[in-house]
C-alpha cells in the first residue's frame, strides 16, 4: 500500500508562487495515477489537478488553469504541484492522493490513498 508525504506549503502573498511535493512509498508509484485536492475551511474537498501514469495526461479545475502545473517523476516517485498567481482563494490544506484506476479522474472519491495534507496561505 501507498503511503504519500506532501511538503511544501506556506504563507505566500497574492500574485506569489509556492512548489508543493509529495513523496510516494510502499507500493509501485507508476501504477497510480495521482492527485492534487484542496480543502479550504468550510468547504469540501475539492479536485485541484491530476496526471496520469506516465505523465502524459494531465486535468486541472478551471480555477487553477494556467496558474498551476502538475507533473511527476517517477524515478523520483514524486508528485509535484506548481502553484503561480496565488490568490486568497486558494488558501487551503492540499492533499495528495493517489489512484489505482487507469484513467485520470476529477472524482475525490476515486482516490484510494491519501497523504495527511499541507497548509497554504495566501495573503491579500
Known amino acids: 500500500q501507498v503511503q504519500l508525504v506532501e511538503s511544501g506549503g506556506g504563507l505566500v502573498q497574492a500574485g506569489g508562487s509556492l512548489s508543493l511535493a509529495c513523496a510516494a512509498s510502499?507500493?509501485?508509484?507508476?501504477?497510480?495515477?495521482m492527485g492534487w485536492l484542496r480543502q479550504a475551511p468550510g468547504k469540501e474537498r475539492e479536485f485541484v489537478a491530476a496526471?496520469?501514469?506516465?505523465?502524459?495526461?494531465?486535468m486541472y479545475t478551471d480555477s487553477v488553469k494556467g496558474r498551476f502545473t502538475i507533473s511527476r517523476d517517477n524515478a523520483k516517485n514524486t508528485v509535484y504541484l506548481q502553484m503561480n498567481s496565488l490568490k486568497p482563494e486558494d488558501t487551503a490544506v492540499y492533499y495528495c492522493?493517489?489512484?489505482?484506476?487507469?484513467?485520470?479522474?476529477?472524482?475525490?472519491?476515486?482516490?484510494?490513498?491519501w497523504g495527511r495534507g499541507t497548509q497554504v496561505t495566501v495573503s491579500s
Open positions: 492522493a493517489a489512484d489505482r484506476g487507469a484513467l485520470v479522474t476529477t472524482t475525490v472519491g476515486n482516490y484510494d490513498h
Open positions: 496526471i496520469s501514469r506516465f505523465g502524459g495526461t494531465t
Open positions: 510502499g507500493g509501485t508509484f507508476s501504477s497510480y495515477v
